[in-house]
DNA sequence: GAGCACTGC
């Protein structure tokens, strides 16, 4: 997303009209009379670009320290502050994304994310090189921050000259300073409330008209059409946002709409629909920010993309379903969800936002006011709705032991807790006494994986498939697809049938890596003769030196052989077959049996699975496989990236997981 | 026959 930021006109507003600049006085004696300061303010307050700034011109970084403000795009806005502050990105001020260190001794303010402060924690466990902390976004609740919340809350305690600013939407600030203050929310004495205080530098937002139905509607779709057409004749001219679930329904709409193109009037204005969802490419998404040609207006189509992460100036209409696509992960059955849900009173409100952000807008609401009262407050926080066996693992890491009694902001559901903890015992990342394994557990949480595949790639070397389980780690955490989804679905299977390897996903990944990096030699053309995605591949050529390198830091021999897959040998078995066994060690959990239709079942049988049509086990036969992701969406539950096995290779490894279960 | 949004020294 971050070329999404430098689109944001509020960044290249003069610094002067940015709201922050009334508050600079208060805002620094804030900070140096309390360890904790709440900052309330939203996108374009100038609070990301410009507190840093304040800070360090009062000398808050003089003794070589470094503020480290969070943002997802930190490479935008570190950009904007070595600008304004004249000195060369990567000297006083630089940033720090995964695979990418723009930073150096002298650099004294630092943007990273979140995920990589938590990192350094590992390392430097009181963050000690940070004078100041600023928790960006933190109302957004995302795991991790919610994580780096509670260690920075353990490390204000050792370190009462550390400075922190949480900033955060006016309906969480007390929440973020109760959490600070004490024992979270009874006990606020008055000596535990001078840690903090919360300033607000909100600017001046234009009123937004919320408009209700007056009667439920059944279908969304049809009834955000028409209030487009009606914004379109009778009120004056806008663009118009309208939030939707997912790509489904975005794409179905923009064709409504055009369908109904023809109805209007001769010589009216016209009506442009255009997409806006994360599975576009960036330049398919870069529409949304080109002004509409004459006598037209955007109507932007948009899922949640559009309601934080992406901002679009010169909205004047927003249209809101009322719902959102969450994902949730169901700690009985330990099957991720993926499904259209109420959006929350706050999620609403920062929908309407969306509308007067240039002037005074309207906001229609595609459901009832009884219906938005019952709604809930606030979205509920990820770490209660999420698989925590990877925040486990990095918390234990930090030596934080007793998970459960670990000062979360909000506390993750007991359930998710135990599954995580039954799931990285049996991993073996545990030992009976919930301590962390060594060194398996400790080389685990400092792997850059799921725990599961942390586990495959920390045993490859003894199924002496090392290099192809790099490679495989590497394909599979690409979260964006290798293949590039053209409408012509022909030449694209046609050309994945290329790699195909009867053996599955795994084994195919592998095979599509390996051709690249020789055949392809990284070349984009041959990407596309293969319908490969050029950006993936060489994420994942980066990805994969990443891991190398960690493995190399353990110790372990990472000698890359040579040669063809096909041909090696390791203790007398073809290597796919130690690949699928090594697989297996980690993705025991994620068994499941092929029935004669074409299904699959879970081991206990008690979940019926579908092949996702990307995976080749979509129309093969099988019998056992493992599988390394599971979402039910809608009505049906599909796994991805799919690879045969034998069964006795579950009780071969993973004894103690298979003899509870049946 | 198909997946909301983020992200990792």
Redesign the pocket.
Known sequence: ??DFESFIPALHRPTSLLPIVRHKEALLYTVEKHQVTVLIGQTGSGKTTQLPQYLEQAGWCNDGKVIAPRR??ATTVAKRVSEEMRCQLGQQVGY????E?VSSATTRIKFL?D??LL??A??DPLLSRYSVIMVDEAHER?L?SDVLLGVLKKVCKRRPELRIIVSSATLDAEQFLNFFSGTNSEDTTTEYNSIGQIISIEGRTHPVDIHYMTEPCEEYLQRAVKTIFDIHSSEPEGDILVFL????EIETITEMIANRLPSLPDGSEKILPLPL???LTTEQQMYVFEPAPDNTHKVICA???AEA??TIDGIIYVIDCGF????AFNPTTGIET?TATPVSKASAAQRAGRAGRTKPGKCYRLYTEAAYNSLDDVTVP?IQRSNLA?MIL?LKALGIDNIARFDFITPPPAELIIRALELLFSLGALDDYAKLTKPMGTRMA?????PMLAKCLLSATSFGCLSEMLTIAAMV?L?SSVWF?HDT?KAE?TARRKFAVEEGDHLTLLNVYQAFVTKGKKDSKWCQQHYLNFKSMSRAVSIRN?LRRYLERFGIDVTESLGGNDVLRAGGRPKEESIRRCLTSGYFAHAARMMPDGTFRTVDGGTVLHA???SLM?NRKADWVIFT?V?E??D?T?I?DVTKIEKAWLLEYAPEFYRVKS
């Not at 720090?96 to 695979?99: D, E, L, T, V």
């Not at 679930?245 to 489904?248: A, I, K, M, S």
């Open positions: 997303m971050a997802v795009a720090s994304i995964r695979f260190d994310t995920g990589l990192r350094e590992l390392v995302s991790s679930t997912g790509r489904d969802y994360a599975g899922t949640n993309i992460s992406v959102v696509k969450l994902r993926l990820e990877p990095q400092e792997l850059a994986l799921e955490s979260q989804t679905k299977e990443q996702h049509p990307s979509f992701e979402m969406t809608g049906k599909f991805r």
